[in-house]
Nanobody, 120 residues
């Protein structure tokens, strides 16, 4: 069973940076696509970024050039480095995974979420 555990959220000033981490706790090396969604207060969850086991990446237009997704295959960990943060980036960030890239719009597996708050 897939278990995704996020860490690294917190409070940061606008213009600052944060790095989120997420571990897939399975012992075997994951070949799943891994990524991140977020949900701001009063809004629907939205896609942020994803990375395949081969290193292919995709980003939401709103974070391109500011966020970078990466993964360590040896430790089943995916990272989200968030730079030039804006107040509108404030949200609960969820780690996700799915066996297939086509499944990412509705990922099969979700973490519990970590809060990111950007103050102006």
């Amino acid at each position: 069973q897939v278990q995704l555990v996020e860490s690294g959220g917190g409070l940061v000033q606008a213009g600052g940076s944060l790095r989120l981490s997420c571990v897939d706790s399975r012992r075997t090396v994951s070949r799943d696509v891994m990524g991140w969604f977020r949900q701001a207060p009063g809004k629907e969850r939205e896609f942020v970024a994803a990375i395949s086991s081969l290193g292919n990446v995709d980003y939401a237009d709103s974070v391109k050039g500011r966020f970078a997704v990466s993964r360590d295959k040896d430790t089943n960990t995916v990272y989200l480095l968030m730079n030039s943060l804006r107040p509108e980036d404030t949200a609960v960030y969820y780690c996700v995974s799915d066996p297939n890239w086509s499944g990412i719009p509705r990922p099969r597996n979700w973490g519990q979420g970590t809060q990111v708050t950007v103050s102006s």
